[in-house]
């Protein structure tokens, strides 16, 4: 049974996927203190969130149980991904489902702001019949600067070319070819400031975008500029915004997120220049479903240990490849653990090597695998492969991925290296059509062993007799031998036996191995 906390509001009836599956456990809880949130963590295998509950370090170390965080939207700056990535959870979000309500709604701010209508609304509330002062300007021939032209930048250009606006857009990954094509005009940040009558920003929060419209970005811009803020509080000053306005620079701002949520006493919000919402973006009832069913789905995808759609900390692998990926995800994780047991020290180097037709693969999640299955012999079961890379970098293993076209005899080969204090050890394996997986080189010499279960690497001479005195010695201990595979590298010369066991190999039988004259060396490897 799982585990599953709701801290803020979902649509029920997005949930719905989740409720109804077996051994989930939903718990809605939705006005819990920070402090009743941070005793009660522990209990749970997943956290379901929107915008407000905040994911915080101190939480994440209390969630001793926990396995994913779940953001219903986009913005995942409520959430301390470190500390997630680093305590192996995942994060996943729902990036597309509320793109359109977050654009419509920047929408309505701007014809808001532009014709004062919470304004003069309010004033008619309080029986003030006032044309004059609510005069507003139109839309049509104006320039609308786009800050962030992702899902929903783009979706706002669109339709604020409805109004007949002409567009002009910021962002870092915006190529004329794009810009061109949407029908629209593209400058540095600094050309789309001081060319726009408008400016709408839609960026996420980062510590890059943190007060990226300040009190310089304001002196650029045009006197009577309008400002609209749907993304998120942080990326606009807040201060330099207020003393914009009062100093008349800025005509009006329109604003649905704030620095601090929830955002009542602020001196922003006593200017009759500022429109605000209560950070209402994605607030539809199709918006609301729709994210909440797809976080439900990948958090009970997560949990039932298939592929999610939307991670947030770790790269998304797109579902065709994933499917093509997977079965090696089982032979890349036992070639890490093999290797390991066998270089019997700590990984200071490890370089893994795809070549075939993993070649052409993003083989990024297979060089996950393998590092986990590397570092779980030393750290334990808590590596997964959300925290697998970010550990070895913290340990300072230094990791190398290389692609080959080459086959070398096989369609795909997935070789491992190890370096450590004490030389640099070697696995590879394959994946054989319709036999699964395979070990096929250790060292240099070439074996055909399955990973899996109770396995022996004997190290020893190539000599008359020391199969059958090393049979017999296992024989005493009452250890059957299911398979056996040998090479060496010449007649005479050093050579290697891989056994397959029906249990595991104890210290006293290993030490009788050990003292035979021909071994050199004996490692148990359990897979
Ligand atoms: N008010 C609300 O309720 C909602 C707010 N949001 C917020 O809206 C924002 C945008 O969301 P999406 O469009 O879905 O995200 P997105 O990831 O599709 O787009 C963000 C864009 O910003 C660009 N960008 C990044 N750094 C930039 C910089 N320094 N200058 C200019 N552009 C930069 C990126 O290249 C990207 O194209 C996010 O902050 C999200 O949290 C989203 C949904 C609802
Ligand atoms: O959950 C919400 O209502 C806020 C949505 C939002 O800000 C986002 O998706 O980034």
């Not at 330099?240 to 800025?250: C, P, Q």
């Not at 604003?255 to 601090?260: I, K, N």
Request: overall charge negative; some cysteine.
């Amino acid at each position: 049974m799982f585990n599953i906390l709701i801290s803020d509001p979902l649509s029920e009836d997005g949930i719905r996927p989740l409720r109804e599956a077996p051994n989930m456990n939903l718990v809605n809880e939705t006005n819990l203190s920070t402090e009743e949130l941070e005793d009660r963590i522990g209990e749970f295998d997943a956290l379901l969130v929107r915008s407000q509950t905040q994911v915080t370090r101190e939480l994440i170390n209390k969630a001793t149980r926990l396995k994913i965080i779940g953001r219903a939207g986009v913005g995942v700056d409520n959430i301390d991904l470190d500390a997630a990535t680093e305590n192996g959870i995942i994060v996943v979000n729902a990036p597309n489902g509320n793109t359109n309500s977050a654009a419509e709604h920047t929408i309505a701010m701007l014809m808001s702001l532009s014709r004062n209508i919470p304004q003069a609304y309010h004033a008619l509330k309080h029986k003030k019949w006032d044309r004059k002062k609510y005069v507003g300007v139109e839309l049509k021939n104006k320039t609308l600067g786009v800050v962030g032209l992702g899902r929903i930048g783009a979706e706002v250009a669109f339709r604020a070319k409805g109004q007949r606006m002409n567009v002009v857009a910021y962002d870092p990954f915006l190529t004329k070819e794009r810009a061109d094509k949407m029908g629209i005009g593209y400058g540095t940040l600094e050309e789309v400031i001081e060319q726009a009558d408008f400016i709408t920003v839609h960026t996420p929060l980062m510590k890059e975008t943190r007060h990226l419209i300040n009190a310089e970005a304001f002196e650029r811009m045009k006197q009577g500029v309008h400002i609209i803020n749907c993304a998120r509080g942080g990326i606009i000053d807040e201060d330099a915004l207020y003393d914009a306005i009062v100093s008349k620079k800025v005509a009006g701002a329109a604003l649905d997120v704030f620095e601090e949520e929830p955002f009542i006493d602020h001196k922003l919000l006593e200017l009759p220049e500022v429109v605000a919402t209560p950070h209402l973006g994605a607030s539809t009832i199709e918006a609301q479903e729709i994210v909440a069913v797809d976080v439900s789905h990948d958090v009970l995808s997560f949990l039932n240990g298939d592929v999610v759609k939307n991670p947030v900390n770790l790269p998304s692998v797109p579902g065709e490849l994933m499917h093509k990926i997977e079965p090696y995800f089982h032979l890349a994780e036992k070639l890490g653990g093999f290797l390991i047991d066998l270089t019997k020290e700590v990984a200071e180097e490890i370089n893994i090597s795809y070549s075939g037709d993993l070649s052409d693969m993003e083989v990024a999640p297979l060089t996950r695998n393998t590092i986990k299955g590397i570092l779980k012999r030393h750290l334990g079961d808590h590596v997964n492969d959300v925290n697998a890379l970010y550990l070895a970098n913290k340990k300072g293993i230094v990791v190398n991925e290389n692609k080959t076209s080459s086959t070398k005899g096989f369609t795909n080969l997935i070789t491992v290296e190890v370096k450590s204090k004490s030389g640099t050890r070697k696995v590879a394996g394959t994946l054989l059509n319709g036999f699964g997986p395979r070990i096929v080189k250790v060292d240099e010499y070439s074996v055909d062993v399955t990973p899996e279960g109770h396995l022996v690497v004997i190290q020893h001479v190539d000599q008359p007799g020391v199969i059958g005195r090393m049979g017999s010695t296992i024989a005493k201990h009452q250890i059957n031998i299911a398979t056996m595979q040998v090479d060496r590298s010449d007649i005479g010369g050093n050579a290697i036996m891989v056994l397959t066991i029906d249990k595991h190999l104890e210290e006293e039988a290993m030490e009788e191995l050990k003292s035979l004259e021909e071994i050199k060396e004996v490692t148990p490897i359990d897979l």
